[in-house]
């Protein structure tokens, strides 16, 4: 059982930078992957983010965020964060973090949710 919980959403304006927290209830480091989504209001919800806590710790974004936005962890607090610069009114979304374990491929993996950060940038 995981619980996550997420900061560091809020109000900016277009090409301001924000810093999304995770924190989880357990060693990050037993878990398969951590990172982002976002969904806005009358979207599907997207993957902004994922790293590998283990096996590398590679990383994925898509493509809208690539070089704007940057995933890393701190295994020691048991955090993930999310640094976004360069953000576009596009960006406005709330952002949930999540985090897997098990054993992937097998059907036995599970997944976790935070309840989620709202971010809002201003044109």
């Known amino acids: 059982q995981v619980q996550l919980v997420e900061s560091g959403g809020g109000l900016v304006q277009a090409g301001g930078s924000l810093r999304l927290s995770c924190v989880a209830s357990?060693?990050?480091?037993?878990?398969?992957?951590m990172g982002w989504y976002r969904q806005a209001p009358g979207k599907q919800r997207e993957l902004v983010a994922a790293?590998?806590?283990?096996?590398?710790?590679?990383?994925d974004y898509a493509d809208s965020v690539k070089g704007r936005f940057t995933i890393s962890r701190d295994n020691p607090k048991n955090m993930v964060y999310l640094q976004m610069n360069s953000l576009w009114p596009e960006d406005s979304a709330v952002y949930y973090c999540?985090?897997?374990?098990?054993?992937?491929?097998?059907?036995?993996?599970?997944?976790?949710w935070g309840q989620g950060t709202q971010v809002t940038v201003s044109s």
């Open positions: 357990k060693n990050i480091f037993t878990l398969n992957s």
């Open positions: 999540y985090a897997t374990e098990g054993v992937p491929g097998t059907g036995f993996e599970d997944v976790y």
């Open positions: 790293v590998r806590v283990r096996r590398g710790g590679s990383t």
